[in-house]
């Protein structure tokens, strides 16, 4: 299943979570190394985009209760659908 995330900070002074945010990357660095990071980017300011690939919403809601606890965030989360399915799907639908 995949997922783009979009992370948005608490509004606290970048300086003081400034070593919290340090680990970040080494944390979301396993999930890249594992595939279930398909891309992250860091947001201009502060934040993050992800996507996401995860075999369960329960997946999802634990990686991103762990996000929160190293930065502490309100996340826009949003369904994708791979362009092959997604082109799979629209050849059926032109079939009917």
């Known amino acids: 299943m995949l997922f783009l995330v979009v992370s948005t900070p608490r ?4 300086s003081d979570v400034a070593t919290q945010r340090q680990s970040f990357w ?3 660095a396993k999930y890249e190394a594992s595939g279930v990071c398909r891309h992250i980017y860091a947001r201009a300011g502060r934040g993050a985009v992800a ?3 995860v075999e369960s919403n329960e997946a999802l809601h634990r990686i991103l209760n762990e996000w929160a606890d ?4 309100h996340f826009d989360t949003y369904p994708l659908v ?3 399915a997604a ?6 639908q ?3």
């Open 82 to 84: 791979d362009v092959e």
């Open 51 to 53: 996507v996401l690939d």
């Open 94 to 96: 032109a079939k009917r």
């Open 26 to 28: 080494p944390w979301m």
């Open 11 to 14: 509004p606290e002074r970048a």
């Open 87 to 92: 082109k799979r799907m629209l050849a059926v």
């Open 70 to 73: 190293i930065i502490p965030a």
